[in-house]
């Protein structure tokens, strides 16, 4: 018997936003049974680019083949290609002509080694769980050591790339290719748990006030009493807001069948 196994779910709402530009998605795959994503995309400039993400998720997904046993490489090639693809997807589209959509994008596969696999380009976060602490929360550390050593900039700059449209790290940036963070962990078991989700909730929160929610609800209770809060929180002024939790619980204990047999009398 596994070891865990895995409640999921997804929840959005819109905020104060005239429309819904986050993408949020869990996928299995196709030739790899066992295997699950996790994908959520902030669409910019309309849903263009956050469903041009979902759509090249899938695609690839549906397309690994895993073999005999996970391989941590192949997989993180497998997400660095999901975010390149999906970006130069956007820029070819010809809906395009007069606007440029671009998109966030976080995603994780868990494969049934007991494995997780995440990359992200952009501000949409992936935190991971353990019970009620935080063991990892996504940053842009990466991207501004990139500007630093390779473009160049200086520190300060280089930490202020959000504010310039030259190095902003997204999907659809036609001044600049996106930089594509990855990691992984080993080693997951019951109590883990797993958070996709867009600046319009992370930015109310806590780090602990999410691993609590998480760790105390099914996905759909936590998901639920965060939107409410956030929506509580941003006071009219909320913006799109989107999630998808994964959390690894231990199996139901097996219960003992008996089969009654009448005994003969004993002599």
Not at 18 to 45: I, S
Not at 137 to 163: C, E, I, M, Q, W
Not at 175 to 201: I, N, R, W, Y
Request: charged share 20%; proline share 5%; net charge positive.
């Amino acid at each position: 018997m596994s070891a865990y196994k895995i409640e999921a779910g997804t929840a959005q709402h819109i905020g104060s936003r005239p429309q819904q530009n986050d993408r949020v998605a869990l996928y299995t795959a196709a030739k790899a049974p066992g295997y699950v994503m996790a994908v959520l995309a902030d669409g910019m400039g309309g849903s263009i680019g956050s469903d041009q993400v979902l759509l090249t998720s899938k695609h690839l997904f549906d397309e690994y083949r895993a073999g005999d046993a996970p391989s941590l490489p192949r997989l993180q090639e497998l997400l660095r290609n999901v975010a390149l693809e999906a970006h130069a997807v956007i820029k070819m589209n010809p809906l395009v002509a007069n606007a440029e959509p671009q998109s966030t994008v976080v995603v994780l596969i868990l494969t049934p080694a007991g494995q997780a696999v995440w990359a992200y380009v952009g501000d949409s976060r992936l935190y991971r769980f353990a019970g009620e602490a935080t063991a990892l929360r996504s940053n842009d550390a990466a991207y501004v050591d990139f500007l630093v050593t390779n473009d160049g900039l200086p520190v300060d700059a280089a930490k202020k790339h959000r504010n310039s449209k030259l190095l902003s790290n997204v999907l659809g940036n036609r001044m600049k290719p996106p930089f594509v963070t990855t990691g992984m962990h080993e080693g997951l078991q019951a109590g883990d748990a797993f958070l996709l989700c867009s600046d319009g909730l992370w930015q109310l929160f806590a780090d602990q006030e999410l691993a609590a929610a998480v760790a105390r609800n099914t996905p759909r209770q936590a998901s639920e009493k965060l939107i409410n809060k956030a929506i509580e929180r941003a006071g009219g002024k909320g913006d799109n807001c989107s999630m998808a939790i994964i959390k690894l619980v231990a199996p139901p204990k097996e219960t003992p069948s008996y089969t009654v047999q009448k005994m003969g009398r004993a002599v």
